[in-house]
């Protein structure tokens, strides 16, 4: 099973580059926006960024943190 992964590497590395050039963070706008000013520092996702979803971030917020998140989280809202 790995000698398949690794005789299509090439094949999925340009599938990927392909679709991420096309990707965008909707928080922070990274990647590639609508129009080119939309871009952070004018950078694009690559095979090198680690992406993380809302479920990633929810689950390592509880983990750190512990059941008082929502506790810190409005102190934290009170304080900006």
């Not at 996702?45 to 943190?65: A, P, S, T």
């Amino acid at each position: 099973m790995g000698d398949v992964f690794w005789d299509r590497w090439d094949l999925w590395k340009e599938y990927f580059e392909n679709i991420v050039g096309f990707v965008r963070c909707p928080n922070c706008n990274n990647g590639s926006g609508i129009d080119y000013d939309d871009k952070i520092d004018y950078g694009t996702f690559d095979l090198y960024i680690q992406v993380y979803m809302k479920g990633d971030i929810d689950r390592f917020n509880h983990d750190f943190y512990g059941d008082e998140i929502e506790f810190i989280q409005k102190v934290i809202g009170d304080l900006a």
